[in-house]
Structures are given as structure tokens and as C-alpha cells.
């Protein structure tokens, strides 16, 4: 199938510079010669520059966990994709359900960030979830189905690959509770039919499906194994480095049933 794993930690409003560059320091250590899973960390903005220089020559790639569609101008407290392409980020996560929720970003906003991130460059790690209530009316595909379809319009074809999807079911997110490995993998395959209708089933194939929601060292390997998994957005197990390598050694799982 050809899709490498990607594990990707979002740190939130967490660790002060110095806390940053300690965390990425014992990761570095711990993921030398990691080559089965791509793996990506997003510091808060004023880290990055920081971890930017601790990971210079690793392999560990930079993301940020936010950003705006306009390239500069009167936004007062925004920072654009140029930006932060400038301080050396990869991956932008666009679209968290602490985004929509908390900030209220739409359907639309989050479309323009996508397109804003490949048209220069970034590459768009974009979440989708249900709310638990959403859940419990049977509503899940119908709001995965429109979170996609919105923050992908007009999202051109040929960087569809470049896009990464994190399903992050709310309900799961920072409370411990994850969705069982047949619950996610159930969505998973839904988002990859969902992409094959829209950008056809080569480029679909290739598309990453990250699954976020208390992942854990304990629970990453059974979803990990999971068909349509193809990695995890990581939020409090990715604030210490022996929980969040054990996360990406899970991605063995991969290899061992020769997925990546
Ligand atoms: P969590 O967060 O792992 O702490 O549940 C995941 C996320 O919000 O990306």
C-alpha cells in the first residue's frame, strides 16, 4: 500500500522553551535510526523556532498546530504558512476540534487554510470528529462527510496526497477515553471512500488517515494494526518522550504485516 506511518504529537499550550527543547532533545536520543514511521512534533509557535534548531539533522519533522490563510497584513495575533514555513515547519494541523470549538472556526475557514497550506507548500495535517452526542445519534458519518467535503473544496487534485487526515473523535480527545481499534478503523475507511469519490483511488490510497483521541503506549499497536490507520495525532502521551516513542515503536505493527 505503500503509506508510512506518521505519528505526529500536538503539544497544545504546553512546555516553555526550555521544556521544549528538553523533550525533543530525549526524543532525539530515543528515535535514532527510526526509519518504519515518520514522526512529527508541534511545539506552541514560540517554541518552534527553538525545537527547530534542536532538530536540525534529525529526521523528526516540524509542525505547527495553527495557522492563517492570509499572508500577512492587519491580523493581529495570526501567523501565516509563509511564516512558518520561514522558522521550518512541514505540517500545519489545521482545523482541530479545540479550533472549531473553542475559537469557532468554521467549515469554510478551515477550507481556506488548507488550500492557503499547499498553495505554499505546508502540508495540511486536517482534523475531522463527532461530538460524543453527535455519536449517539447516529450522526457520525454524516458530520465526518461534511467537515471533508467543506475543507476540501476546490483543494486541487494533485496535492491530494500531500494531505493528511487526523480523525479525532471529540469525545476522545484529552479524556482518556479512545475509541476501540474497530470503531475507529469503521470511520477510517469511511474518510478513505469519502477521498476516493473526491480525488480518486490511487490518490486515496496514498492519503494518510491519522487516528487522535487518548492515544496511549497501551492502546497505540491495536489501532495501529488496523487497516485504514495509517498513524496517530498524539496530544498529552506526546508531552514525554518514553510514552511517545513507545507510541511510534507501535508502528512495527506495519511493518510486520508489511503495510509501509
Ligand atoms: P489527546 O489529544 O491525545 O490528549 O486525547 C489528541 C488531540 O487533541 O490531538
Known amino acids: 500500500m505503500g503509506r508510512k506511518p506518521f505519528i505526529a504529537g500536538n503539544w497544545k499550550m504546553n512546555k516553555n522553551?526550555?521544556?521544549?527543547?528538553?523533550?525533543?532533545?530525549?526524543?532525539?536520543?530515543?528515535?535514532?535510526?527510526?526509519?518504519?514511521a515518520e514522526v512529527a512534533v508541534a511545539p506552541s509557535f514560540t517554541a518552534l523556532a527553538a525545537v527547530r534548531k534542536t532538530l536540525d539533522g534529525s529526521h523528526i519533522a516540524l509542525a505547527?498546530?495553527?495557522?492563517?490563510?492570509?499572508?500577512?497584513?492587519?491580523?493581529?495575533?495570526?501567523?501565516?504558512?509563509?511564516?512558518?514555513i520561514d522558522i521550518g515547519c512541514k505540517y500545519v494541523i489545521i482545523g482541530h476540534s479545540e479550533r472549531r470549538n473553542i475559537f469557532g472556526e468554521s467549515n469554510e475557514m478551515t477550507n481556506q487554510k488548507v488550500r492557503t497550506a499547499l498553495e505554499r507548500g505546508l502540508l495540511p495535517i486536517l482534523c475531522v470528529g463527532?461530538?460524543?452526542?453527535?455519536?449517539?445519534?447516529?450522526?457520525?458519518?454524516?458530520?465526518?462527510?461534511?467537515?471533508?467535503?467543506?475543507?476540501?473544496v476546490k483543494a486541487p487534485h494533485e496535492d491530494a496526497e500531500k494531505?493528511?487526515?487526523?480523525?479525532?473523535?471529540?469525545?476522545?480527545?484529552?479524556?482518556?477515553?479512545?475509541?476501540?481499534?474497530?470503531?475507529?478503523?469503521?470511520?477510517?475507511?469511511?474518510?478513505?471512500?469519502?477521498?476516493?469519490?473526491?480525488?480518486?483511488?490511487?490518490?486515496?490510497?496514498?492519503?494518510?488517515?491519522?487516528?487522535?483521541?487518548?492515544?496511549?503506549?497501551?492502546?497505540?499497536?491495536?489501532?495501529l494494526a488496523m487497516p485504514d490507520i495509517d498513524g496517530c495525532l498524539v496530544g498529552g502521551a506526546s508531552l514525554k518522550a518514553d510514552e511517545f516513542a513507545a507510541i511510534i515503536e507501535g508502528a512495527k505493527i506495519k511493518e510486520v504485516k508489511g503495510e509501509s
Open 17 to 36: 522553551i526550555g521544556e521544549a527543547v528538553s523533550l525533543v532533545e530525549e526524543l532525539r536520543a530515543k528515535l535514532d535510526g527510526v526509519e518504519y
Open 64 to 84: 505547527a498546530q495553527n495557522m492563517y490563510y492570509q499572508d500577512q497584513g492587519a491580523f493581529t495575533g495570526e501567523v501565516s504558512a509563509q511564516q512558518l
Open 130 to 152: 463527532e461530538s460524543l452526542g453527535q455519536r449517539k445519534r447516529n450522526l457520525t458519518f454524516m458530520v465526518i462527510d461534511d467537515q471533508l467535503r467543506d475543507a476540501l
Open 163 to 223: 494531505i493528511v487526515i487526523a480523525y479525532e473523535p471529540v469525545w476522545a480527545i484529552g479524556t482518556g477515553e479512545t475509541a476501540t481499534p474497530e470503531q475507529a478503523q469503521e470511520v477510517h475507511k469511511h474518510i478513505r471512500e469519502r477521498l476516493e469519490s473526491k480525488f480518486g483511488k490511487e490518490a486515496a490510497a496514498a492519503i494518510r488517515i491519522q487516528y487522535g483521541g487518548s492515544v496511549k503506549a497501551s492502546n497505540a499497536k491495536e489501532l
